[in-house]
């Protein structure tokens, strides 16, 4: 879900973008789908060892102006068409 948005910068604050497993492509690509206008930062003020790097991730976006929405764990994001929603 969180490749839905133009870009994917800023999630390498929690995933190292040169961990690459053995038999992958080492080139990165930063493009994302396209299909939302603002990324996700999934795992946010949850039980999780990634809501330390997620509060990093918001700072990046809010530094660069980019759109975002956040999801704690055991929620969901809802799109039809130009409408979305978070539900648990």
Not at 5 to 23: F, H, K, Q
Not at 35 to 53: I, N, Q, W, Y
């Amino acid at each position: 879900m969180v490749i839905a948005y133009d870009s994917l910068r800023g999630l390498e604050i929690t995933d190292d973008a040169e961990e690459i497993p053995a038999g992958y492509d080492a080139s990165v690509v930063w493009d994302g789908l396209g299909l939302l206008p603002f990324t996700l930062v999934v795992h946010f003020k949850s039980d999780h060892p990634e809501t330390e790097s997620a509060d990093r991730e918001i700072a990046f976006y809010e530094a660069n102006g980019i759109p975002y929405r956040t999801l704690r764990d055991g929620e969901a994001l809802v799109a039809t068409g130009t409408k979305s929603k978070i539900v648990r």
